[in-house]
């Protein structure tokens, strides 16, 4: 089904946001239903699946949790297809998942804020921030904080061709993380911020970490630059 990306958009926020923020967060928007498994969520993003039959629209949702994907296919109750955990995207040395307290959990993924697709190649783009998993923006990646964390940066690539059996593909390692774009066709990736550690802003990276460009070419071996 072809619905513009604004109304598309203007569903998820209404999925994602509380009752009654949502049915008060705009003219011409309406609350269908919420997702309570998705209330950590910080971003959103659409894909079209061309079928037999209707094509099929599915919401991708990323936060705390990981990422999720749904059907779309009745907007009124949003079909859970399937999910990368938080424990799947642990890497080595991390600590273990701890969802506690619910004011701030102590070992999450995190953050993917601005979420990217490549809609011909349907890959998600994870941005993993460096205060992921317990880490800080202070510390130096791969040296344990206070909290035994990593504080690695980088990008996960994800498999979506098939939204019901979605697949990580790869993690690229960056020195950024906050958040991540593409650009040229999602060929390459920019990746930028959060802040910068003690010892980059010695570097002179003095206002947050800079953009760092990865070559997606490959998506089971992205290269960095």
């Not at 971003?43 to 990323?62: C, K, Q, S």
């Not at 697949?167 to 593409?182: D, E, I, R, V």
């Amino acid at each position: 089904m072809r619905r513009g990306l604004p109304a598309l958009l203007a569903l998820g926020v209404a999925f994602l946001a509380p009752a009654g923020m949502a049915s008060a967060a705009s003219k011409n928007v309406e609350h269908f239903t919420t997702l309570e498994e998705a209330k950590n969520a910080t971003a959103i993003n659409f894909l079209e699946y061309e079928r037999r039959g209707p094509d099929l629209d599915v919401m991708l949702v990323t936060g705390r949790f990981g990422l999720k994907t749904y059907s779309l296919a009745d907007p009124e109750d949003p079909a859970l297809l399937d999910e990368l955990t938080a424990e799947d995207l642990r890497l080595r040395g991390d600590p273990p998942v701890d969802f506690t307290p619910d004011s701030a959990p102590r070992s999450t993924f995190w953050q993917n804020e601005d979420m990217d697709v490549d809609r011909d190649r349907k890959l998600a783009l994870l941005s993993r921030d460096p205060r992921a998993y317990g880490g800080s923006t202070i510390d130096d990646p791969g040296t344990p904080n206070a909290n035994n964390a990593t504080n690695i940066a980088g990008v996960y690539v994800v498999d979506v061709r098939d939204p019901s059996r979605i697949k990580l593909l790869s993690f690229q390692q960056l020195p950024t993380g906050h958040t991540t774009t593409c650009i040229n066709d999602c060929e390459w990736l920019w990746t930028g911020g959060p802040a910068a550690t003690e010892r980059q802003q010695a570097l002179g990276w003095t206002f947050g970490r800079p953009i760092i460009a990865t070559d997606l070419r490959n998506p089971r071996h992205p290269r960095a630059y």
